[in-house]
C-alpha cells in the first residue's frame, strides 16, 4: 500500500517537476510525507514494503 503511494508520489512529482509549475511545490510536499512514512515504518520495525 505504502509502495503504491510512493511510486505515484514520485510520478506525479517527475510530471509536476517537467511541466507543471504551480502544481510542482505541492507535489514535492506528498513526496517528502510518503518519505518521512516510509521512515517512520522502518524505525517502528515494519515492513515498509507492505
Do not use: C, D, S, Y
Amino acid at each position: 500500500m505504502i509502495t503504491t503511494i510512493a511510486i505515484i508520489l514520485l510520478i506525479l512529482w517527475a510530471l509536476g517537476f517537467i511541466g507543471f509549475g504551480v502544481l510542482g511545490g505541492f507535489i514535492h510536499i506528498l513526496l517528502v510525507v510518503a518519505i518521512v512514512l516510509i521512515l517512520i515504518r522502518l524505525i517502528n520495525g515494519q515492513n515498509p514494503l507492505k
